[in-house]
């Protein structure tokens, strides 16, 4: 990095702590273009500063943020929540919010930020609840792990009281099912009746549309659908009468039998609209559907034209393309380009000479005095305090004594420079002309000498910052007036050294002080918590005993009781760390005992086995360097001395693996070598079983609906859906605990998550014939389809 830049990083820094929001602004303007990406990150907390100022701020500041954070997630991550969206704020603060919690989404916060979009949706302001559905679409297309949750959720806003909630949802089902039309034939069913409720022209034409393009695989309800919306053509808006004559043409060309004369009634109506559009239109469709005489040769392509396969919509951030603007600017507020704005230059292929920016000393010419005069003092010695000049006549004029008492010593030193020179001829000059004059000063200023010593240090004892600089003040002013004379030196410097002495004993009464004050900066804020640490643990102020005593206590006899118990089953199946050719003859498995572990509550057990291949001592063996995601923990084994040829060790070991699927990489070391292996828990490892009732069980489960639920449908031969097969089946995938059924056709499985204890409810409905409904309820969506994803193909397989 060019030293200059560094240097400006360096001494801009400081003014992120700054009172006025613009000059924080401008700092992280700054290290957003020119700091590397590994600096640049300390800015973000400034920024979430300055979200308590007033809305205006806000509204830039956000603005900033939401365009940063597409590019660097993990800088505002840390604060996800400092951007939830308060009941007070305005309208245009809580869309910048939403657009911000959209970038940080991921598949570890997307279960927190799923729940807390459902408050949202519920919010009187319908403007702010429309972009909150908008924004459960963008999170379902970027997450593939949470589409079918969020989808699931979005039909079950189909059912809401406000019209605006379900019209927005349709948009966005319309959206998502382009994804995947052939999966979801009962969801395009069920929005066709909503078209009888349904006024929003936007979410008709959506309905409309969806209809048209999957005419084929609902043919029974698309010339129904026709039919109903040929009657109220004339009272439609225009965008939902276009979609009218689409979905016509669409019919006319793959069920002309059915819907052949309905489609001729929508044309002739189309023919007189009095939208020019719609009518273009109509002439458009009846000459490329209906062959005659002039029907030219694209109406033989009619049907590719209209049924070809459509993409998919990409739903991108608004803020996408504002990279190139420069943040803070008003031409990256507006996203278009101001009058008067000037783009950042690229870096140069070069790199400048940093000589050319080095001043150069010019030297002053020596001030000429003719002899016989004396120099005028300099006014500027004014600015200085009334304590700083009488110290300066103090020691200007006893060097003036002492130069009376030796004149013989100061007149060979005259010849040493010029400036002594003058200094010589103009106290030679006051020595003539006035020497009782002298000698009565010489009294005077003893007196004053003794007593203004004893002031001074009562002074100093108050007043510790004015001191330092009036005594500095002094001393060059001394040594200016007095470069000549060795007496004002050595006087000078005893006066030097008592000033040390004083200083010394107020450096002591400061740091006596400092235990009692603590520093204030404007960073440290309590609503939000360190980058260091993303997720804050209060520590009880109560003991652990005492807790548990109070945990015990029950206000009501029909509570619910759910507590941890033993693993159905363990399975054996190991997983390879190390191979032996890897390792060079060290080789290394694990396997998960399905046990609490010992180290801490939060962590998953994992034990391993080392192996000793060769036919020597393999010597200190232990973990060394360790690389870890954000907030995954791991307690280690102790070191192993040596492990004998042919010989093998099985060690312990805990890792906190947040509720995630994320790899633990870390290295396996020896004497000699140091071998990187990773760790990957399977879904279903991550869950510890819970013994609970049935009445609970349904108790949970309806609490955990909508978004927090999701189901697919297995198809598997009978004798494969018998209890003791789906039993051992689900055992052996997840931690499961068996919970009481008192229905044949239902099976029900109950886990927590190991570090934040979500509960976890697997239920598998038999249905008539070979299939089977399996429903997972859980507040961790993403942990929820993962294991979806895993039992499914478990349980269809023979």
Same mark, same amino acid.
């Given at each position: 990095?060019?030293?200059?830049?560094?240097?400006?990083?360096?001494?801009?820094?400081?003014?992120?702590?700054?009172?006025?929001?613009?000059?924080?602004?401008?700092?992280?303007?700054?290290?957003?273009?020119?700091?590397?990406?590994?600096?640049?990150?300390?800015?973000?907390?400034?920024?979430?500063?300055?979200?308590?100022?007033?809305?205006?701020?806000?509204?830039?500041?956000?603005?900033?943020?939401?365009?940063?954070?597409?590019?660097?997630?993990?800088?505002?991550?840390?604060?996800?929540?400092?951007?939830?969206?308060?009941?007070?704020?305005?309208?245009?603060?809580?869309?910048?919010?939403?657009?911000?919690?959209?970038?940080?989404?991921?598949?570890?916060?997307?279960?927190?930020?799923?729940?807390?979009?459902?408050?949202?949706?519920?919010?009187?302001?319908?403007?702010?609840?429309?972009?909150?559905?908008?924004?459960?679409?963008?999170?379902?297309?970027?997450?593939?792990?949470?589409?079918?949750?969020?989808?699931?959720?979005?039909?079950?806003?189909?059912?809401?009281?406000?019209?605006?909630?379900?019209?927005?949802?349709?948009?966005?089902?319309?959206?998502?099912?382009?994804?995947?039309?052939?999966?979801?034939?009962?969801?395009?069913?069920?929005?066709?009746?909503?078209?009888?409720?349904?006024?929003?022209?936007?979410?008709?034409?959506?309905?409309?549309?969806?209809?048209?393009?999957?005419?084929?695989?609902?043919?029974?309800?698309?010339?129904?659908?026709?039919?109903?919306?040929?009657?109220?053509?004339?009272?439609?808006?225009?965008?939902?009468?276009?979609?009218?004559?689409?979905?016509?043409?669409?019919?006319?060309?793959?069920?002309?039998?059915?819907?052949?004369?309905?489609?001729?009634?929508?044309?002739?109506?189309?023919?007189?609209?009095?939208?020019?559009?719609?009518?273009?239109?109509?002439?458009?469709?009846?000459?490329?559907?209906?062959?005659?005489?002039?029907?030219?040769?694209?109406?033989?392509?009619?049907?590719?034209?209209?049924?070809?396969?459509?993409?998919?919509?990409?739903?991108?951030?608004?803020?996408?393309?504002?990279?190139?603007?420069?943040?803070?600017?008003?031409?990256?507020?507006?996203?278009?380009?101001?009058?008067?704005?000037?783009?950042?230059?690229?870096?140069?292929?070069?790199?400048?000479?940093?000589?050319?920016?080095?001043?150069?000393?010019?030297?002053?010419?020596?001030?000429?005095?003719?002899?016989?005069?004396?120099?005028?003092?300099?006014?500027?010695?004014?600015?200085?305090?009334? *304590?700083?000049?009488? =110290?300066?006549?103090?020691?200007?004029?006893? /060097? #003036? $004594?002492?130069? %009376?008492? &030796?004149? @013989? !010593? +100061?007149?060979?030193?005259?010849?040493?420079?010029?400036?002594?020179?003058?200094?010589?001829?103009?106290?030679?000059?006051?020595?003539?002309?006035?020497?009782?004059?002298?000698?009565?000063?010489?009294?005077?200023?003893?007196?004053?000498?003794?007593?203004?010593?004893?002031?001074?240090?009562?002074?100093?004892?108050?007043?510790?910052?004015?001191?330092?600089?009036? *005594?500095?003040?002094? =001393?060059?002013?001394?040594?200016?007036?007095? /470069? #000549? $004379?060795?007496? %004002?030196? &050595?006087? @000078? !410097? +005893?006066?030097?050294?008592?000033?040390?002495?004083?200083?010394?004993?107020?450096?002591?009464?400061?740091?006596?002080?400092?235990?009692?004050?603590?520093?204030?900066?404007?960073?440290?804020?309590?609503?939000?918590?360190?980058?260091?640490?993303?997720?804050?643990?209060?520590?009880?102020?109560?003991?652990?005993?005492?807790?548990?005593?109070?945990?015990?206590?029950?206000?009501?006899?029909?509570?619910?009781?759910?507590?941890?118990?033993?693993?159905?089953?363990?399975?054996?199946?190991?997983?390879?760390?190390?191979?032996?050719?890897?390792?060079?003859?060290?080789?290394?498995?694990?396997?998960?005992?399905?046990?609490?572990?010992?180290?801490?509550?939060?962590?998953?057990?994992?034990?391993?086995?080392?192996?000793?291949?060769?036919?020597?001592?393999?010597?200190?063996?232990?973990?060394?360097?360790?690389?870890?995601?954000?907030?995954?923990?791991?307690?280690?084994?102790?070191?192993?001395?040596?492990?004998?040829?042919?010989?093998?060790?099985?060690?312990?070991?805990?890792?906190?693996?947040?509720?995630?699927?994320?790899?633990?990489?870390?290295?396996?070391?020896?004497?000699?070598?140091?071998?990187?292996?990773?760790?990957?828990?399977?879904?279903?490892?991550?869950?510890?079983?819970?013994?609970?009732?049935?009445?609970?069980?349904?108790?949970?489960?309806?609490?955990?609906?909508?978004?927090?639920?999701?189901?697919?449908?297995?198809?598997?031969?009978?004798?494969?859906?018998?209890?003791?097969?789906?039993?051992?089946?689900?055992?052996?995938?997840?931690?499961?605990?068996?919970?009481?059924?008192?229905?044949?056709?239902?099976?029900?499985?109950?886990?927590?998550?190991?570090?934040?204890?979500?509960?976890?409810?697997?239920?598998?409905?038999?249905?008539?014939?070979?299939?089977?409904?399996?429903?997972?309820?859980?507040?961790?969506?993403?942990?929820?389809?993962?294991?979806?994803?895993?039992?499914?193909?478990?349980?269809?397989?023979?």
């Amino acid at each position: 990095m060019d030293p200059d830049h560094r240097l400006l990083i360096r001494n801009t820094k400081p003014l992120l702590q700054s009172r006025n929001a613009a000059v924080v602004m401008a700092v992280a303007q700054l290290y957003w273009h020119i700091a590397p990406k590994s600096e640049a990150g300390i800015i973000s907390k400034s920024l979430v500063r300055l979200l308590r100022s007033n809305r205006e701020v806000q509204y830039i500041v956000l603005q900033n943020i939401a365009t940063m954070s597409i590019q660097r997630k993990g800088m505002f991550e840390p604060y996800l929540k400092s951007f939830y969206v308060r009941s007070t704020d305005p309208t245009m603060i809580k869309i910048l919010k939403l657009e911000i919690l959209t970038n940080l989404a991921n598949e570890a916060n997307i279960s927190t930020l799923l729940r807390e979009f459902q408050t949202y949706v519920k919010s009187q302001d319908k403007q702010f609840a429309a972009a909150t559905i908008q924004t459960i679409g963008r999170c379902a297309t970027n997450i593939s792990e949470v589409t079918d949750t969020c989808l699931t959720g979005l039909v079950c806003l189909l059912s809401n009281r406000d019209e605006i909630v379900v019209a927005e949802s349709v948009v966005v089902i319309k959206k998502l099912l382009q994804m995947q039309p052939v999966q979801h034939g009962e969801i395009i069913k069920h929005m066709a009746k909503l078209l009888d409720s349904i006024t929003v022209p936007v979410a008709r034409a959506s309905i409309l549309w969806l209809i048209g393009e999957n005419c084929e695989r609902v043919p029974k309800i698309a010339p129904d659908v026709l039919r109903k919306t040929a009657k109220s053509f004339t009272g439609e808006d225009d965008l939902v009468k276009l979609q009218i004559l689409n979905l016509g043409a669409k019919l006319y060309l793959t069920n002309s039998k059915q819907t052949k004369l309905l489609t001729q009634y929508i044309l002739n109506l189309g023919k007189y609209d009095q939208n020019y559009d719609i009518r273009d239109r109509t002439r458009f469709i009846r000459q490329l559907i209906v062959p005659n005489e002039k029907s030219g040769a694209l109406s033989k392509y009619a049907k590719k034209i209209f049924l070809a396969q459509k993409p998919a919509p990409l739903l991108e951030s608004p803020f996408k393309g504002r990279d190139h603007y420069q943040l803070g600017t008003l031409s990256h507020t507006l996203n278009t380009k101001a009058t008067g704005y000037l783009e950042l230059s690229n870096w140069p292929e070069v790199a400048p000479d940093p000589s050319v920016r080095n001043v150069e000393v010019i030297e002053l010419a020596k001030e000429w005095t003719p002899a016989g005069k004396a120099k005028k003092e300099n006014p500027d010695k004014k600015f200085y305090s009334e *304590s700083a000049e009488e =110290e300066e006549e103090d020691s200007s004029e006893s /060097s #003036s $004594d002492s130069e %009376s008492e &030796s004149g @013989s !010593e +100061s007149g060979e030193q005259d010849d040493e420079g010029d400036s002594s020179e003058d200094s010589s001829e103009h106290e030679s000059e006051s020595e003539s002309g006035s020497g009782s004059e002298a000698e009565n000063k010489r009294a005077a200023k003893k007196n004053s000498k003794t007593k203004g010593k004893s002031d001074s240090e009562d002074v100093d004892k108050e007043n510790e910052n004015s001191k330092t600089s009036d *005594s500095s003040s002094a =001393e060059s002013s001394s040594i200016e007036d007095s /470069s #000549s $004379d060795s007496a %004002s030196e &050595s006087e @000078s !410097e +005893s006066e030097s050294e008592s000033r040390k002495v004083t200083k010394e004993k107020e450096n002591k009464t400061k740091q006596d002080r400092n235990p009692l004050t603590k520093d204030v900066s404007l960073l440290d804020l309590d609503d939000f918590n360190p980058v260091s640490t993303p997720v804050a643990r209060p520590t009880p102020a109560l003991s652990p005993s005492l807790i548990a005593d109070l945990e015990g206590l029950n206000l009501s006899a029909s509570s619910s009781v759910i507590s941890v118990s033993t693993p159905v089953f363990v399975p054996v199946k190991t997983h390879v760390l190390l191979h032996r050719m890897s390792g060079k003859g060290l080789a290394a498995h694990y396997f998960f005992p399905r046990q609490p572990c010992v180290f801490g509550d939060n962590m998953v057990s994992v034990q391993i086995t080392l192996n000793n291949t060769t036919d020597w001592k393999v010597e200190n063996i232990h973990i060394g360097e360790k690389k870890l995601p954000v907030g995954m923990q791991m307690h280690v084994f102790n070191p192993i001395e040596s492990l004998e040829p042919e010989a093998s060790i099985t060690v312990s070991m805990g890792i906190d693996f947040c509720d995630s699927t994320q790899t633990a990489s870390f290295q396996l070391c020896t004497k000699d070598d140091c071998f990187s292996v990773n760790i990957q828990p399977p879904v279903g490892e991550l869950l510890l079983p819970v013994a609970m009732s049935e009445k609970d069980f349904k108790k949970e489960q309806g609490m955990l609906t909508g978004m927090n639920e999701t189901s697919t449908v297995i198809i598997a031969a009978p004798q494969n859906f018998t209890s003791s097969v789906i039993l051992q089946k689900v055992v052996n995938v997840a931690n499961v605990g068996v919970v009481p059924s008192g229905q044949d056709n239902i099976h029900r499985f109950a886990a927590k998550t190991v570090h934040s204890g979500s509960l976890m409810l697997v239920t598998v409905e038999l249905k008539e014939g070979s299939t089977a409904q399996l429903i997972i309820n859980t507040e961790k969506t993403v942990i929820g389809s993962l294991l979806l994803r895993e039992l499914k193909p478990v349980l269809s397989q023979g």
